[in-house]
């Protein structure tokens, strides 16, 4: 595994060397959760999916307190009634509590609605980032721009180009 390393890293300088003898290098930077915070969008999809959560906890929370009164209203009146009755009533509170958790699956769970709505929007958005950090990439002729935010533990300033892909964000709106 570390021998991978090493023939990996000796591979990606032996690439760079030519472009470091012949010609200028120009590497900038990004920082991705800066763009994250001020890109208008980005706020816009997070306060919605956040309202849609809220929404989603609402309806739990009704359907949370009719599976109560139901429970309530069992245990209340189980000893004076008849086995049908109490078989009718625990089928209707299974019921109850079975669709209660399929809600919950098809709203918030791992396949749910607010997951994929979630997954869709960050997909989106990181594609016009991508794009507005490609423009920019190519309109100042740099050949690698990385992301700051993930694993930079310094860079010059000059360097940064987040105010740069702000500006192309905006642009385009």
């Known amino acids: 595994m570390k021998l991978r390393k090493v023939q990996i890293a000796l591979l990606i300088v032996l690439m760079m060397f030519p472009m470091l003898i012949f010609g200028q290098l120009k590497i900038g930077y990004v920082a991705s959760d800066r763009i994250r915070a001020e890109y208008e969008e980005f706020r816009e999809a997070e306060s919605q999916l956040q309202l849609d959560y809220r929404k989603v906890q609402e309806e739990y929370q009704v359907l949370l307190v009719e599976l109560d009164s139901l429970k309530q209203a069992y245990e209340a009146q189980k000893l004076m009634s008849s086995p049908d009755w109490r078989t009718e009533k625990e089928n209707e509170i299974a019921a109850k509590e079975q669709y209660l958790q399929q809600f919950q699956n098809n709203k918030v769970g791992p396949e749910?609605?607010?997951y994929r709505k979630q997954a869709q929007m960050e997909y989106d958005?990181?594609?016009?980032?991508?794009?507005?950090?490609?423009?920019?990439?190519?309109?100042?002729?740099?050949?690698?721009?990385?992301d700051g935010s993930v694993s930079l533990l310094y860079g010059k300033p000059t360097h940064d180009l987040t105010d740069d892909v702000l500006f192309e964000l905006n642009k385009k709106e």
């Open 112 to 114: 749910g609605e607010l």
């Open 125 to 146: 958005l990181l594609s016009k980032v991508k794009t507005a950090v490609d423009n920019v990439a190519i309109s100042k002729g740099y050949d690698f721009i990385f």
